[in-house]
């Protein structure tokens, strides 16, 4: 499957914008995908997955109440709405999905950008206080 992440850009603190995850080659409805974001000078960090059937979703405690991810089967994609927009979720930020089928993953592991096997481009978001 092939992940292309869009919908970054410039936007101002408080600001709401959604970031979209659209795939190609197969189906991401039968994986676990989360997003993780990389600022400048640091390491990819989680921010949100969503188990395989979707009953199960984990946030990092930074974007916790604001962030909400989701997946729509019918387009093949996966969203990150990003609301109340803060400095600090300056970032490139990128999709990622496991392979399809997997067993039950816990929330620890769906928290580790190890457990996904294939990843978008990333797309940049600048926030401006």
């Known amino acids: 499957v092939q992940l292309q992440a869009s919908g970054g850009g410039l936007v101002q603190a408080g600001d709401s914008l959604r970031l979209s995850c659209t795939a190609a080659g197969d189906t991401v409805s039968n994986r676990n995908v989360a997003w993780f974001r990389q600022a400048p000078g640091k390491g990819r960090t989680f921010v949100a997955a969503m188990s395989r059937g979707g009953q199960n979703i984990y946030y990092a405690d930074s974007v916790e109440g604001r962030f909400t991810i989701s997946r729509d089967s019918a387009k093949n994609t996966v969203y990150l709405q990003a609301n109340g927009a803060q400095s600090e979720d300056t970032a490139v930020y990128y999709c990622?999905?496991?392979?399809?089928?997997?067993?039950?993953?816990?929330?620890?592991?769906?928290?580790?950008?190890?457990?996904?096997?294939?990843w978008g481009q990333g797309t940049q978001v600048t926030v401006s206080s």
């Open positions: 990622a999905a496991d392979r399809p089928g997997r067993t039950y993953a816990p929330p620890t592991r769906l928290k580790l950008a190890t457990t996904y096997n294939y």
